[in-house]
């Protein structure tokens, strides 16, 4: 669901970015836009068009962030740690851990979005109305336009589907109802996968009828939802078998440390080819001071292998995702996924004593898997 995304700021001390997807959809609403504006107003210049297309866009660009802030803000207020939010495709993702608490904060969390999108419906809808006489009647239209935009926006988000909105009402809902989380998610989110199913079927039918851009546009929201209301849910299945499971069970604890003198020549001789492990701890005095990967060794040109140091190439212990032996691992594997490098350290007094990367659990799981067939 995440792919590659950029961060773009921070607001209130929360990190925004913006999912790669975000850049197709933002060209394929502006050209929409202006071919909308050009047609209505065929009065206004190209150029006029142009303008009109990339205001609207900026602005439901805003207007989606403003409702994923009213996500985080509320969030932050009930004391849940907000990780990021992401603007992707139809919409945006804050990500916080709001599943921790109990029924009620999610209930309140996933309600002020609709709310928030219901309120910028009302207010572009006040300022295009009155503003009639003083705007140009383009602007104006456009501003109505985004009133609907906000409108649909809030509707969309109230689809009882998970993770919209209105499937993490009702997970809660059925969630304060039966005292399960797990069972609460199963059924929020098979609502989310038909609902998405339902979206690809009259996308498929718009297609049919021969409206091109509007069918690929609801197939494609259909099968985005449907996949993350699939993942959603097997994160939730990991996050429960993980439960009680701490890092140093998971971890790969056979690590070699590589001396820091040591040239990176030796190194892949006499560890990486020997070994077959992705990284070493670079060790001094008994203290790892940080890691040597085999992505960093590549990094420098081959020939200068003989003489580059390992303490030249390592990364440093400082830039790493470190957790205690003893760390739960339901809370690791958000860090897995968070960090740059998918990768995090087991460190016990200063000494890195294991490494789990995502084949370190895919392994763990594996092994796990069959002591409980009967969990499924
Ligand atoms: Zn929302």
Redesign the pocket.
């Known amino acids: 669901m995440f792919g590659t995304s950029w961060r773009v700021g921070r607001i209130a001390g929360i990190e925004v970015r913006i999912d790669s997807s975000w850049a197709v959809i933002a060209l394929l609403i502006t050209y929409s836009m202006y071919r909308q504006v050009s047609i209505l107003y065929p009065e206004l210049s190209g150029g006029g068009a142009v303008a009109l297309g990339i205001l609207a866009t900026v602005l439901f660009f805003g207007s989606v962030l403003v409702?994923?802030l009213a996500?985080a803000l509320v969030s932050q207020a009930r004391g849940i740690r907000v990780q990021d939010i992401t603007l992707f495709l139809f919409?945006g993702a804050t990500r916080a851990k709001v599943d921790s608490r109990g029924p009620g904060d999610e209930f309140v969390i996933?309600l002020v979005?609709?709310l928030t999108s219901g309120l910028l419906a009302a207010l572009f809808g006040v300022v295009a109305g009155l503003g009639g006489d003083v705007l140009s009647t383009p602007l104006a239209g456009t501003l109505g336009y985004l009133a609907w935009t906000n409108l649909l926006l809030a509707g969309f988000?109230l689809v009882p589907g998970f993770p919209l909105?209105g499937g993490r009402l009702l997970r809660s809902a059925i969630w304060k109802a039966t005292g399960s989380l797990g069972r609460a998610t199963r059924i929020a989110s098979a609502a989310g996968q038909a609902v998405g199913w339902l979206l690809v079927a009259s996308g498929v039918a718009w297609l049919l009828a021969g409206d091109l851009a509007g069918g690929i546009w609801f197939a494609f929201i259909g099968w985005f939802l449907v996949q993350a209301a699939r993942s959603s849910y097997q994160e939730l299945q990991l996050q429960q078998l993980l439960r009680g499971v701490e890092a140093e069970d998971v971890m790969a604890g056979d690590l070699r440390p590589i001396p820091p003198g040591l040239s990176l020549q030796d190194a892949v001789d006499d560890y990486f080819m020997r070994y077959g492990h992705g990284a070493f701890p670079v060790e001094e005095h008994g203290k790892t001071i940080g890691l040597l990967t085999l992505r960093g060794v590549r990094q420098v040109p081959r020939e200068q292998w003989p003489t580059h140091r390992v303490r030249d190439a390592m990364v440093p212990l400082g830039d790493q995702v470190v957790v205690a032996p003893d760390a739960r691992m339901d809370g690791v594997v958000g860090k897995l996924q968070d960090g740059e490098a998918g990768r995090v350290l087991v460190a016990q007094n200063g000494e890195v004593v294991g490494i789990i990367t995502p084949s370190d659990l895919t392994r763990w799981l594996r092994r796990r898997q069959p002591l409980e067939g009967s969990t499924r």
């Open positions: 409702h994923e996500h919409g996933a979005g609709p988000n909105d």
